[in-house]
């Protein structure tokens, strides 16, 4: 069964710095280019970044470029977004998503951005 | 980027009736389009991938049409536990983007 689990979301301040994790199992996760999307509350998805299967392409959207990073550890099955200079407009639910078309997301992990 | 609107943002609709939805790109994205349904409290759920193709384990009674510009989502005989969100996704061209989503409400 595929499975991805993220965690590490927390409550942090204005110009914080945050270290999200998702687990994946149950496939071949080396295969996968994956993503971080987020949900804001109450509000619709935005994709965030993506990383293809080898870390060699990367991409990510204007809102988060030059202060967020993803990165991944294929040995250990696992994806990372370093979330540096947090504002406000961050706080939201952070979902692990695979492939190219999303076929399998995580359970979110909440990121909260405040004083 | 690639723009995506939806329409409607909202519909209320009565059991067993068909609905469609639409997902309107800026720009040609060929079949790189793919339609999610988040419950609330729940993560998305993937629907159709590359505009018109099935996902196992989806019901039948989902379908989706389209390519270039203009996309829909087909729900035949809608049900009940279809009442949720609607999000339409391009796949085509970094940045990735979404639309705004179709709230759809079953009276």
């Known amino acids: 069964e595929v499975q991805l689990v993220e965690s590490g979301g927390a409550l942090v301040k204005p110009g914080g710095s945050l270290r999200l994790s998702c687990a994946g199992s149950g496939f071949s996760f080396s295969s996968y280019s994956m993503n971080w999307v987020r949900q804001a509350p109450g509000k619709g998805l935005e994709w ?5 299967s080898t870390n060699n ?6 809102s988060v470029k030059g202060r967020f990073t993803i990165s991944r550890d294929n040995a250990q099955n696992s994806l990372f977004l370093q979330m540096d200079s947090l504002r406000a407009e961050d706080t939201a639910i952070y979902y692990c998503v695979r492939g190219n078309y999303g076929d399998y997301w995580g359970q979110g992990t909440l990121v909260t951005v405040s004083s | 980027e690639i ?3 939806q329409s409607p943002d909202f519909q209320s609709v009565t059991p067993k009736e068909k609905v469609t939805l639409t997902c309107r790109a800026s720009q040609g994205i060929g079949s790189s389009l793919h339609w999610y349904q988040q419950k609330p ?6 629907l159709i991938k590359y505009a018109s ?12 049409s389209g ?6 989502l087909t729900i035949n005989s809608l049900e009940a536990e279809d009442a949720a969100t609607y999000y339409c996704h391009q796949s085509s061209n970094f940045p990735y983007t979404f639309g705004q989503g179709t709230r759809l409400e079953i009276k």
Request: net charge negative; aromatic share 8%.
């Open chain 1, 48 to 52: 965030v970044t993506s990383s293809s």
């Open chain 1, 57 to 62: 392409h990367i991409a990510y959207a204007d």
């Open chain 2, 3 to 5: 723009v995506l609107t």
């Open chain 2, 41 to 46: 409290d729940q993560s998305p759920k993937l």
């Open chain 2, 53 to 64: 193709q099935s996902i196992s384990g989806v019901p039948s009674r989902f379908s989706g």
């Open chain 2, 67 to 72: 390519s270039g510009t203009d996309f829909t």
